[in-house]
């Protein structure tokens, strides 16, 4: 639940008193001292917190997960199968002293891992997307196999996939009908002259994943592909003592890994403002040769990016709170999506045309 006495006045760093006092109980869970605890980050309005702590065994993280303690505790198991597993670059969990990897408090889960230092964000060119790309392959392919802990639900997206293309398509008329009702607001021309095109790529994105190998694919089971991070990018993915770094994990679910990759491509694009086909191509070489993208795969990223993503995730505000989301900042942000969807299609085509099996042809 978020901050019962949360005030944006406060600050984004601001932590409740009785947050601090359960922190106070939850760090004599564990067999270390604490000199010093620093907010590092918050989400306020869920109930989430990061500090870094000082320990008398080196620096550590000191986390509340936001999420049913029942959905934490399967990101938690998979944090500690991927370290003690598979020996990967993902911070440890440390144990209480009654050997749990979690303390319950509050209605929440809270958990300590160590703190790895130095990380260092890549670059942002092509170099940077390439080592991001790589390491998000091999947790890929570590991950595979993974088996939840008793009593943790089970996260998946694997199934998911025809249900999240309906609603995007079904959101498109949502769009339409808001831009309408609220039709003096600065966006609201715009989404209306341009929705019309997004829709239709949504209904050909549906079709296209109808026609797929996708039911196949997703027929092999959550364990077989593993699983994704969800939102992996330049933040959570840094350079560290003995390579890349993956962090953040508590939103891990299983689902076809590619989806990953779509984000993180899809992204890039967005940030270099266009879509370039030698950065998707370093992109999907460098994923290539950490976890291998069979031709079948390949078929499924090209579906996910012909769903209209960067429109959908940039208007959806729009629902909660439309005379605050059609505003002039949408109005720029949304046509500038429509200048970036344009180099899409005629790089999508020559991907399809030229990459296949790890290489550009």
């Given at each position: 639940?978020?901050?019962?006495?949360?005030?944006?006045?406060?600050?984004?760093?601001?932590?409740?008193?009785?947050?601090?006092?359960?922190?106070?109980?939850?760090?004599?869970?564990?067999?270390?001292?604490?000199?010093?605890?620093?907010?590092?980050?918050?989400?306020?309005?869920?109930?989430?917190?990061?500090?870094?702590?000082?320990?008398?065994?080196?620096?550590?993280?000191?986390?509340?997960?936001?999420?049913?303690?029942?959905?934490?505790?399967?990101?938690?198991?998979?944090?500690?199968?991927?370290?003690?597993?598979?020996?990967?670059?993902?911070?440890?969990?440390?144990?209480?002293?009654?050997?749990?990897?979690?303390?319950?408090?509050?209605?929440?889960?809270?958990?300590?891992?160590?703190?790895?230092?130095?990380?260092?964000?890549?670059?942002?060119?092509?170099?940077?997307?390439?080592?991001?790309?790589?390491?998000?392959?091999?947790?890929?392919?570590?991950?595979?196999?993974?088996?939840?802990?008793?009593?943790?639900?089970?996260?998946?997206?694997?199934?998911?996939?025809?249900?999240?293309?309906?609603?995007?398509?079904?959101?498109?008329?949502?769009?339409?009908?808001?831009?309408?009702?609220?039709?003096?607001?600065?966006?609201?021309?715009?989404?209306?002259?341009?929705?019309?095109?997004?829709?239709?790529?949504?209904?050909?994105?549906?079709?296209?994943?109808?026609?797929?190998?996708?039911?196949?694919?997703?027929?092999?089971?959550?364990?077989?592909?593993?699983?994704?991070?969800?939102?992996?990018?330049?933040?959570?993915?840094?350079?560290?003592?003995?390579?890349?770094?993956?962090?953040?994990?508590?939103?891990?679910?299983?689902?076809?890994?590619?989806?990953?990759?779509?984000?993180?491509?899809?992204?890039?694009?967005?940030?270099?403002?266009?879509?370039?086909?030698?950065?998707?191509?370093?992109?999907?070489?460098?994923?290539?040769?950490?976890?291998?993208?069979?031709?079948?795969?390949?078929?499924?990223?090209?579906?996910?990016?012909?769903?209209?993503?960067?429109?959908?995730?940039?208007?959806?505000?729009?629902?909660?709170?439309?005379?605050?989301?059609?505003?002039?900042?949408?109005?720029?942000?949304v046509n500038r999506i429509v200048e970036i969807d344009q180099t899409k299609w005629p790089v999508l085509e020559q991907l399809h045309a030229e990459w296949r099996g790890g290489k550009r042809k």
């Amino acid at each position: 639940m978020p901050w019962d006495d949360a005030d944006e006045t406060l600050g984004e760093f601001y932590v409740p008193p009785y947050i601090e006092e359960m922190a106070d109980e939850v760090i004599k869970h564990y067999d270390f001292t604490v000199s010093s605890r620093v907010v590092i980050t918050t989400k306020a309005d869920k109930g989430g917190l990061i500090w870094k702590i000082e320990t008398n065994k080196g620096p550590k993280s000191l986390k509340i997960l936001h999420r049913r303690p029942t959905r934490s505790l399967f990101s938690i198991g998979a944090q500690e199968y991927l370290v003690n597993e598979k020996n990967a670059r993902v911070p440890a969990i440390i144990k209480t002293k009654s050997d749990s990897n979690v303390v319950v408090m509050g209605g929440k889960i809270w958990f300590v891992a160590e703190w790895i230092e130095p990380l260092q964000p890549v670059s942002a060119d092509i170099e940077g997307a390439k080592l991001l790309s790589n390491a998000i392959g091999e947790f890929h392919q570590l991950s595979k196999g993974y088996v939840p802990p008793k009593g943790a639900e089970v996260a998946s997206r694997l199934y998911r996939w025809p249900k999240t293309y309906q609603k995007v398509m079904k959101k498109m008329t949502w769009f339409r009908d808001i831009a309408k009702l609220y039709s003096e607001m600065p966006a609201s021309k715009t989404i209306l002259n341009t929705v019309d095109m997004f829709e239709e790529q949504a209904k050909n994105a549906i079709t296209k994943l109808e026609e797929s190998p996708y039911k196949q694919l997703a027929a092999l089971g959550n364990e077989e592909w593993g699983l994704v991070h969800q939102d992996y990018g330049w933040s959570n993915g840094q350079m560290g003592p003995g390579g890349m770094w993956i962090i953040d994990l508590d939103g891990v679910a299983y689902d076809i890994p590619i989806r990953d990759l779509r984000k993180l491509i899809g992204g890039s694009m967005d940030d270099l403002g266009k879509w370039d086909i030698n950065w998707i191509v370093a992109m999907l070489d460098a994923y290539d040769e950490a976890n291998p993208i069979t031709d079948e795969l390949f078929e499924i990223l090209l579906v996910e990016f012909s769903l209209p993503n960067l429109f959908y995730k940039n208007v959806k505000d729009i629902l909660f709170e439309p005379t605050i989301a059609l505003s002039s900042e949408l109005d720029a942000v949304v046509n500038r999506i429509v200048e970036i969807d344009q180099t899409k299609w005629p790089v999508l085509e020559q991907l399809h045309a030229e990459w296949r099996g790890g290489k550009r042809k």
